[in-house]
C-alpha cells in the first residue's frame, strides 16, 4: 500500500509541477460572432432580430402577385423563426396567410470590416431559389452616423430605428441592403449611450479609494504618535515581508510541499 500511495503523491506533485511552470494548452478556438469587425460595436446589432419595411420595388412576388408591403426580418449570428435556416428573412401576406422567404442563410460570423474605414458589412448566401434560377442572397451594409443611435434590446424583436436603402438586383438574386448606425463610425463609438457603470469598474474603484484612504489616515495617525521613516507606513512590517511570504507560497506549490534541504547534511 506504501508504494501506490507514494506513487499517487508522485502524480500529483507532477501534475502541479506542469500546472505553475507550464502554459495551458487550449484547443483551437471556435468562430466568434464579430470576429471579422473587431473594434467596432455589434452589441445592439447581435443582441435582438431587427425588422424593417420593403414596398412593392424590393417586395418578392407571392403566387405571382408583387404585394405592396413586406417585412424584412434580420438577425446577425442568430436564426429566425418561421424561416429555415435564414438568418435574413422576408415575410409577405396573402389572403390572411403569411409567406416566408429566405434570403440568406445562417452564418456563425457574417461580418467583414471595410478595407478604408470606417463601417463594415455582412454576407449571407445560400437562400431559397429565386424563379427557380439562383439562390436569393444578401449583403447589408452599415455606414457610419453617429446620430444614428439603435436602441439596447428590450424584446426579442424590435424594429430599426432607421429607414435602409433596399436595392434589389433580380438578375443577380442579390439583396444590397444599406443602414446608418453610430457603431460603424469609430472603434471606441458606441451604438448607444453608457449611462452606468460596470461591476468591475465599481469594484476597482472602491479598491483604489479604499487603499488610498487606508494609506493616508494611517500615516497621518503614525506621524501624530511621534514615528518616523518606515514607521509612518501603517503596518510597515506586514507590507515589507508580504512579497517574501508571496514568493515562499509561490515555491512551496511548486515543490509540491517539499522543503529545500542543504546538500550538506549528512543523515545518521
Known sequence: MATINNNNIRLLCTLALVLCCLPVLQAAPAQICGAGALGYD???????????EGNNSTCLPVNGTV????????????KIANCSNASVCQSSKSNLSSSYFNLGNYTED???????????????????????????KTHIFFECNSNSIWPSKTAAEGKV????????????CLYNITFEYAGACVIILPS?????????????????VT???YFTFG?????????HGKDVIPHADFWMTLPVYVADGILFTCRCGKLETSSDYNQI
Open 42 to 52: 455589434l452589441t445592439n446589432l447581435t443582441s435582438r432580430v431587427w425588422t424593417f
Open 67 to 78: 404585394p405592396a408591403t413586406c417585412t424584412f426580418y434580420m438577425g446577425l449570428c442568430q
Open 110 to 136: 457574417p461580418f467583414h470590416s471595410y478595407a478604408v474605414p470606417p463601417g463594415f458589412n455582412t454576407t449571407f448566401r445560400l437562400g431559397e431559389l429565386f424563379n427557380k434560377s439562383c439562390p436569393l
Open 161 to 172: 430605428p432607421v429607414n435602409p436603402a433596399i436595392k434589389f438586383v433580380k438578375e443577380q
Open 192 to 208: 448607444e449611450n453608457v449611462t452606468q457603470l460596470s461591476g468591475g469598474t465599481v469594484l476597482l474603484i472602491i479598491f483604489t
Open 211 to 213: 487603499l488610498i484612504v
Open 219 to 227: 500615516a497621518m495617525l503614525n506621524i501624530a504618535r511621534g514615528r
